[in-house]
């Protein structure tokens, strides 16, 4: 095995962390309201968004208010989709007429992308147009992760401030967001991924001829365009031969950038980022994994910074970055290792100078194992939910560690803003179970942890878990949920756990053979994105409002220190800890057991 | 409760305005102007035709071309206009069924001094996308003999042309090397046809 896989993610991890603080700083100024390099520019573009939409900045908002400002953009934002999805084809910007979208799967991607899911039951190319693409869901990627960094933002302000009944303005942290922080990255990555060859275009598909033509088999269609079927109601299939290739066009770079530094996952066309257009080189392949986690990492900083002690935003830094390196390890040994069953057949899959060697099968050769594995583990890592390769092709162990990442809550990084805020829920049942355990009230940076604090955090833990494995067990149980598996035995129950793993934390990944664009998994995946992404923001709005109004007590000999290598590993033990006892029964079922059956005993 | 959904209204329709309208028309006018070529999906023009794009893999099967990777799309594979991996797990039945017929679809094109020798991974694979442009190196080395063949060319002409298409690692780092089959396959007609 080569020194590569090994080195790259070296590099990834020293190009992250060396950006973290540049940027968290930026943005620590940029949230409290100080000038910054981009104030001439965009402070007058700020000034009359507040002035069009009637926004007094000044105002700051106590956290039921900010609350349902949230709430009815994104209610607002869902609508605009669901409508702009059903009335696509009478829309301009649609050269490929493209018909209404289904009212079931409409709504689950309504849903899916105002909640910063972007889980997609639909394939791009095939389903949407150029203006649903662009007025719809690349509008909703930045705004829903405009909304988690607002919601960051004042569980921050709520730490930093003192007896008050506020927790800043609403729509001042959504506008900077999305004008100081998404947007100038966005241009920038998109920039760049151009020159590599992500299309950006308004054209019609174009087509060529294939330099050899082939011959295959398609489903036989009758006069009126319907297919055939045979006398047990199976599709008649007829030979065809294909000499033409279409070549899918659209503008796909700009949303391409921002998918990724929303960590909103949802891809302009059907593979995501796997798709030669999305993604076609290395070098396009490693701009956007790490824009995955660019800003996700960078507010360990931000946080830090706004509540005064740099140490606190490391701390949190240095325990998501320790989960991460372990886990990717496992991820990348267990593709590597590649499908003994396939090697026994007479396939190579050894690494060598010449091939990159592994689980082949769902990736692609310009990215191989290492980076295909630094990807999944990343998106997953992040509630990104973009792929390069097909998790669902994973070997069991490979596929465990997305799978898993989800489970834990999304907080390793995490989705912007809604990772580190459910990092901090984390820190706050961390230094409660310390508290416990020396007979004191816990407090965190100088704010006394209460019953009311305590309460929250559980909701927020707990909501997740109960969609992820409740949602599962409905799946299993019922003949709807079972219809959409597409591989047989543990893996098919693992496809079932992956999908509402992915939708009752906010990732968006999907184990993808699942045929999840029904009316079942679209209304069930639907409603666990929901309530999974607003029952966790408001009860962290609600510790932001209640820790807010309280004072600061000055530390003593009590209090437990949280930013010594002591807090790092009680933070890494609650979220493991958590997260472990949550899921392992329901990991057997799917990837243990298919573990074993991929090795039998001899 | 209602009090900002009148501003909830306003801001949506400033966002949709900056992020939905400005910001694509405003990287489509750079990318157009600036980069117009990859833009418009990296085309591979042959005599004002465009035989292909740089970046989409074709399907490939007569003995005197090299062999993409087995593609997932339907109903043909290679089809840009359904992206799709295959989805199948690594105790799939079908995935099992399928490199089967690849092995023996490889082995029985190759001449018989080959047969014994073990496939490329990716050669008998499905890719992520089924559009999947690239070969490893040891992909395409396991087929010069047999193009070779066919074509009545010397093996070391074509080994030649292989290495010539072999693009490295980004900074010997990034990604995997990998060889480009439609560009190959497009030298190749281009040595017969001199």
Redesign the interface.
Known sequence: MSA?PF??SL?FLAVLTASVKPLGRYMARVYQGERTLLSPVLGP?ERI?YR????DASASMHWT?YA??ML??N???AL?VYGLQRAQSILPANPQSMGAVSADSAFNTAVSFATNTNWQGY?G??TMSYLTQ???L??Q???SAACGMAVLIALIRGFSSRNSDSIGN??VD??RS??YVL?PL??LL??AL??????????P????????P?D????AEDAEGKPRLDAEGKPVMEA?R?TE?????G?A???V??KQLGTNGGGF???NS????EN????S??LQVLAILLIPAAFCYTFGAMVGDTRQGWAIYAAMTFVFVALLGVATWAEQT??P??AA?????RA?????????????????I??SALWATTTTAASNGS????H?????LGGAVPMWLMQLGEVIYGGVGSGLYGMLVFAIIGVFIAGLMIGRTPEYLGKKLEAFEIKMAAIVILVPPLFVLAGTALAVMSEAGRAGI????A?GF?EILYALSSAGNNNGSA???LSANTPFYNTLLGVAMWCSRYWLAIPVLAIAGSLAAKKTVPSGPGTLPTHTPLFVALLIGTVLVVGALTFVPALALGPIV?HL??YPAR | MFKELKTAFLMLLVFTLITGVAYPLLVTVFAQVAFNDAANGSLIMRDGKAVGSRLLGQPFSDAGYFWSRPSATGPMPYNGAASSGSNQGPLSPALHEAVEGRLAALREASSPADAATAVPVDLVTASSSGLDPHISPAAARYQIERVATTRKRPAEQIAALVAQHTEPRWLGLLGEPRVNVLELNLALDGLSAK
């Open positions: 590569v080195l790259s590099f573009l968004v069009v939409a009637g926004v208010r349902f400002a009815w953009l209610v607002l934002g605009a394939a190319e095939a662009m007025l719809g690349a509008v990627n930045f705004v609403f729509w959504c506008t999305i004008l947007l966005s241009l998109a920039g151009v020159t590599q060859g992500v299309v950006q275009s308004f054209s598909y174009a087509t060529v001829a294939l330099v050899q082939v295959h088999e398609k489903a065809a294909t290739q279409k070549v899918p066009l503008p770079a700009s949303q950038a921002i066309f059907n593979v796997a798709h030669p257009f076609p080189t290395p070098l392949n490693f590649g499908n069953q396939l057949r007479g396939v190579d899959d060598s100078a010449l091939q990159s060697g592994g689980n082949m099968e769902g990736k692609e050769v310009r990215f191989g290492a980076a792929v390069n390769s097909m669902d092709s994973y070997t069991p597409a591989n047989p035995g893996h693992s184990f993808a053979g298919e059956l991929l």
